[in-house]
């Protein structure tokens, strides 16, 4: 009798979407990137990636929001395999990924990818690499990569990458408002330098808002929520400006565009609080489409691994 030779795999890891609490944008750097000094928390808004052994690479996506992700080199999944293969000589995989977070929305769904990409690969292929290890690979893919890594609540400086731990208490509750179709994050960025103009100072993160996080008070944090990136989003979409003011009607804490945009996100109070807005929300008709969800949660973390 033969038997079939044994294929590693599948592993699926579960990866958060990101939002800024604090989005403090510098002037451009010789490299085109800007000095950040920034806020990641991670939400509970997944994407599952999953990878197995496969003759040649190979990438799909799947799930109600996978419209516009490419499936070719340009995949962020796919240039993290690249990029571990490359490094550890690994045989080829196919990656399915199945999105449930925002696409070119604002909240790192293709950093989370990669993300998840390379928690993946680690566990499929042994290879033994400690979260710094990954998250040093990550920031070679994007700026968000190392973030979605370590998900929580994170300080991020330099253009994103270089993370440090945020003491904060407790849970909060977010309404995401999604938009009819993406922004481009370099065109956000580039609309931010055009209003700003010159003269633009070095980003100093806001003590106020740690002390907030520290706290673990909603109403506290609300107030603080900043997005430097914000104008710029609203320059380009300026339908975003009624998503903003209905959210804050309809009963929100506090509401920013997330990121680059253009979905918004919306701190409440509670989870039946968040229940309310997302109704109302839905009901007016200014916005496509809710989600709930909740954070700080853990980064990319594997949540399932066929052994046979
Ligand atoms: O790092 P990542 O590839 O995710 O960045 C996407 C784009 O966002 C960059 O090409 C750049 O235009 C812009 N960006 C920036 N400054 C940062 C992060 C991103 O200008 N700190």
Request: hydrophobic fraction near 45%; charged fraction near 20%; proline fraction near 7%.
């Amino acid at each position: 009798m033969t038997t079939a030779p044994l294929v590693p795999g599948p592993v699926t890891v579960r990866v958060p979407a990101k939002v800024n609490l604090e989005l403090l944008v510098g002037p451009p750097r010789d490299d085109g990137y800007h000095a950040l000094s920034t806020v990641f928390h991670a939400v509970s808004l997944y994407d599952d990636v999953t990878v197995s052994a496969a003759d040649t690479w190979g990438v799909d996506v799947a799930g109600p929001l996978a419209v516009g992700v490419p499936t070719d080199g340009d995949n962020l999944a796919m240039r993290a395999a690249r990029l571990l293969g490359g490094r550890f000589d690994l045989d080829p995989v196919h990656i399915t990924i199945r999105k449930g977070i925002p696409v070119s929305g604002g909240m790192a769904g293709g950093s989370a990818d990669a993300a998840a990409t390379l928690v993946a690969l680690d566990e499929l292929w042994d290879l033994g690499l400690d979260r710094e290890e990954l998250e040093e690979l990550g920031g070679e893919l994007g700026s968000d990569v190392p973030f979605l890594v370590a998900g929580g609540t994170a300080v991020g400086s330099g253009r994103g990458e270089l993370l440090a731990p945020v003491l904060a208490r407790g849970t909060y509750h977010w309404v995401f408002a999604l938009a009819d179709g993406g922004l481009s994050t370099p065109a956000v960025y580039a609309e931010c330098d055009r209003l700003r103009g010159a003269d633009v100072p070095d980003p100093v993160a806001n003590p106020a808002l740690m002390a907030a996080l520290r706290s673990g008070d909603p109403h506290e944090l609300a107030p603080q929520l900043a997005n430097d990136l914000q104008d710029a989003a609203l320059s380009l979409r300026p339908e975003l400006v009624e998503v903003l003011s209905s959210g804050m009607e309809y009963g929100a804490l506090g509401g920013i565009v997330s990121g680059s945009g253009p979905t918004c996100a919306f701190l409440v109070e509670d989870n039946e609080s968040g229940i309310d807005l997302a109704v109302a929300l839905t009901a007016s008709g200014v916005v496509r489409d809710v989600r709930r969800a909740n954070g700080p949660v853990h980064g990319a973390h594997v949540i399932h691994h066929r052994v046979d």
